[in-house]
């Protein structure tokens, strides 16, 4: 795919360009207002390949493609799903991707004098440029490079523990229950009691408290204390994925939009998809990867209301909230 960000490949980029090392890793995108003045140019570049990134996604329609796309993501967890998502765009068979100091600093390698960059996202500029193991040479590569991140099977009990606290600043309690052995769990919002995702009780106006404010109650995620933290992991990245994706609604549409009118497949398909894209970011089999190719394998197309950009951005918050507390929440942004 040719980008067409005016004067992108004009010269070899300088290592100021590599300052941010694995670049935009985690957060989400800030809006575009809040580039500072001055920046017209950069925020032009930076909506530009947000803009292609998305019109590029129609291929990813077919079936095939999208799982292709999925598996993809899922290795690429060094950067954020958009990142990854653009280097597949411009180069599916890419195996590891670094900036040219990183590569240069680490692993005593440079690009090829025809080397292909390689375009992706990064905090206070518009994009820096990255290139494949395939695009450089110089010092032998150390064992095992190629698998550096294994699948462990295991999640830090920790990152369940910061997800379940993170989930507070968006009015989301996520409390335990002895359930049946077949039963992983559920999310509903706490307004509505003729709209669940799965089952469950209403309960009454209610307040949680996050970094000192009291917020209002807008959906209780409930999981099976029956089961290991590695199962409900993978249940609470689903149901969030369902929270995120705007299935139950939401408390402020800056946050995230509410998108209730969407078909059970399409709701399911997508929560499914963030949480495949999370686990396995996090080094986890998951459930949702038979989920995804038991229904991929059936379907020529995916679900015709899904939202791709939609997806990435939820599996993009909730990778986020496992790694670290995060700010609270404004009504503005």
């Not at 995108?29 to 925020?43: E, F, I």
């Amino acid at each position: 795919m040719a980008f067409r960000t005016p004067g992108l490949y004009a010269h070899r980029y300088p290592d100021s360009r590599d300052a941010m090392g694995h670049g935009w890793t985690g957060r989400e995108l800030p809006p575009m207002d809040s580039v500072p003045a001055g920046t017209q140019k950069q925020k032009d570049e930076r909506q530009t390949a947000l803009d292609e990134l998305f019109s590029a996604a129609k291929k990813y329609r077919r079936s095939a493609k999208y799982m292709e796309l999925m598996e993809f993501i899922s290795r690429f967890h060094t950067y954020s799903p958009f990142n990854a998502m653009l280097v597949h765009i411009q180069m599916p068979g890419a195996k590891y991707v670094l900036t040219a100091k990183r590569w240069r600093n680490d692993y005593g390698r440079t690009p090829l004098e025809d080397a292909q960059p390689l375009v992706m996202l990064q905090p206070m500029s518009p994009v820096m440029f990255g290139f494949d193991v395939s695009q450089t040479e110089g010092a032998p590569l150390p064992a095992g490079f190629f698998s550096p991140f294994q699948v462990k099977g295991k999640i830090d009990p920790r990152c369940v523990d910061l997800t379940i606290a993170n989930a507070l600043r968006d009015g989301v309690d996520v409390a335990k229950r002895s359930l049946g052995s077949t039963l992983g769990g559920y999310v509903r919002n706490a307004a509505d009691p003729g709209h669940a995702i799965g089952v469950g009780t209403v309960p009454g106006r209610q307040f949680v408290m996050y970094e000192g404010s009291s917020i209002p109650l807008f959906a209780r995620i409930t999981l099976n204390s029956n089961v290991d933290g590695s199962t409900n992991y993978g249940t609470l990245t689903h149901e969030l994925g369902h929270l995120y994706c705007g299935h139950v609604g939401t408390p402020n549409a800056k946050w995230w939009p509410a998108r209730m009118d969407l078909s059970k497949q399409a709701r399911e398909f997508e929560a499914e998809s963030v949480s495949y894209l999370a686990c396995r970011r996090a080094g986890l089999d998951t459930p949702a990867a038979e989920y995804l190719n038991g229904y991929l394998k059936g379907n020529e197309q995916v679900p015709e209301d899904i939202s791709l950009e939609r997806v990435l951005k939820s599996a993009l918050l909730v990778e986020q909230m496992g790694k670290e507390k995060l700010k609270k929440r404004s009504a503005k942004e």
